[in-house]
């Protein structure tokens, strides 16, 4: 059964990049057929999709987010990471990584780590 | 438009059953998918594409779709239904994911 789990600070200074790794235990992340995914939600606020990437490294990101963000894999680790830059009080915020199964008429993301939160404070 | 509109707040009495809508233009092409989140949880996949339930989604929960509206329903709506609904899309590229605003579901 494949499971993902968040993991990075707590704690961000303001202005600094936010670095978020995905560890994804009982499944291969290489082994195609799922992308991986990046969302967010603020307190209190709903859902925000931040991007997500394909075990060939093609990503895709939320166009009001995409001069700050970037994912990447490292498939050695079964692992795939969140940057985001010029982090900013306003961002803290909840963040999940999910699996996520994209068909042309639809699309699901099935798995979901327990998300972790992450606080701006200088 | 890139945009999916829900109701904020729904209730429905215990044992009856509740409708939650979400309304977008790209919902003309792509089907939803919807989560169910409670507090202090991620969220729960509950039904994805054209009517489809993950395994261990209680059969009271179905999915449809007409024109530019995704439907969510809970027929006999149970106490642990209580939660926030998330209804979820692409965009007109295709390739950008969108997330309704969220339902608060309020089960009497």
């Known amino acids: 059964q494949v499971q993902l789990q968040e993991s990075g600070p707590g704690l961000v200074k303001p202005s600094q990049t936010l670095s978020l790794t995905c560890t994804v235990s009982g499944g291969s992340i290489s082994s195609g057929g799922y992308h991986w995914s990046w969302i967010r939600q603020h307190p209190g606020k709903g859902l925000e999709w931040i991007g997500y990437i394909y075990y060939t490294g093609i990503t895709y990101y939320n166009p009001s987010l995409q001069s700050l963000v970037t994912i990447s894999l490292d498939t050695s680790k079964n692992q795939f990471s969140l940057k985001l830059s010029s982090y900013t009080a306003p961002y803290t915020a909840v963040y999940y990584c999910?699996?996520?199964?994209?068909?042309?008429?639809?699309?699901?993301?099935?798995?979901w780590g327990k998300g972790t939160t992450v606080t701006v404070s200088s | 438009s890139s945009e999916l509109t829900q109701d904020p707040a729904v209730s429905v009495a215990l044992g009856q059953t509740v409708r939650i809508t979400c309304q977008g233009d790209s919902l003309r092409r792509y089907y939803a998918s919807w989560y169910q989140q409670k507090p202090g949880q991620a969220p729960l996949l509950v039904i994805y594409g054209k009517n489809n339930r993950p395994s261990g989604i209680p059969d009271r929960f179905s999915g449809s779709t007409s024109g530019n509206t995704a439907s969510l329903t809970i027929t006999g709506a149970q106490a642990e239904d209580e939660a926030d609904y998330y209804c979820?899309?692409?965009?007109?590229?295709?390739?950008?994911?969108?997330f309704g605003g969220g339902t608060k579901l309020t089960v009497l």
């Open positions: 999910a699996r996520l199964k994209l068909e042309p008429h639809y699309f699901y993301m099935d798995v």
């Open positions: 979820n899309s692409r965009d007109s590229s295709g390739n950008h994911l969108l």
